[in-house]
């Protein structure tokens, strides 16, 4: 598979910003993923973003895509204890005639009053 | 609509038993995949289905098999728990075309002693 890359861990403040990056490998990916996992619970699907955008926003999120660095990033405004999660970014890589999905290992969003 | 269902939530096995998780949609997925996750390993892909009768390896397949019979059903099976095998799985499904979300169950944690 290929690889996704992103950091464990960020910590932030209520009502403060939260920025999770994400870089990836597969130049031919043509859909990116952002999932959420709250304690005990799978993942959930949050967003995605078409390969041919370069932004996309919906209410307190927004991905940002530069497809010359292959990075992705989520940016959660007015970030509330509630967003506190693990954040998965995931690809798309082919695999013979299936598209796969391939997650990183999850960034840790630490929020605290 | 119940989306993905799997059982059990929890179990606790001796090393060399056997036991199938079970994973069942609703959604008439063709896509239905198994992942495992491990603290700070992201989740990493153990089989998976692109419809009735076809399966494939993941990243780590090794002392699991899966049978794919009908659309709706996914068991993964092990035919001689090791420790190792001591994760949390979860089972996932989505439509055929790239924009398509993938849904997940909220998972089944296996201990092996």
């Known amino acids: 598979g290929e690889d996704v890359e992103q950091s464990l861990f960020l910590s932030v403040r209520e009502g403060d910003s939260s920025v999770i990056n994400c870089t990836y490998t597969?130049?031919?990916?043509?859909?990116l993923y952002w999932y959420k996992q709250e304690p005990g619970a799978g993942l959930q699907l949050l967003t995605y973003?078409?390969?041919?955008?370069d932004m996309k926003q919906d209410q307190r999120l927004t991905v940002l895509l530069n497809k010359k660095d292959k990075h992705l990033s989520l940016r959660i405004a007015d970030t509330q204890t509630g967003d506190s999660a693990i954040y998965f970014c995931?690809?798309?890589?082919?695999?013979?005639?299936?598209?796969?999905?391939?997650f990183g290992r999850g960034t840790s969003l630490i929020v605290h009053p | 609509n119940a989306g993905v269902t799997q059982t059990p939530k929890f179990q606790v096995l001796k090393t060399g038993q056997s036991m199938t998780l079970q994973c069942a949609q609703d959604?008439?997925?063709?896509?239905m995949s198994w992942y495992r996750q491990d603290p700070g390993m992201g989740l990493r892909l153990i089989h998976y289905?692109?419809?009735?009768?076809?399966?494939d390896q993941g990243e780590v397949p090794n002392g699991y098999n899966v049978s794919r019979s009908t659309t709706e059903d996914f068991p993964l099976r092990l035919l001689s728990a090791a420790p190792s095998q001591t994760s949390v799985y979860f089972c996932?499904?989505?439509?055929?075309?790239?924009?398509?979300?993938?849904?997940f169950g909220s998972g089944t944690r296996l201990t092996v002693v």
């Open positions: 995931a690809e798309i890589f082919r695999s013979g005639g299936s598209y796969i999905p391939t």
């Open positions: 996932a499904s989505g439509g055929t075309g790239v924009n398509y979300g993938y849904t």
């Open positions: 289905s692109v419809g009735a009768g076809i399966t």
């Open positions: 959604m008439n997925h063709e896509y």
């Open positions: 973003i078409f390969s041919n955008m």
């Open positions: 597969d130049s031919s990916s043509t859909y």
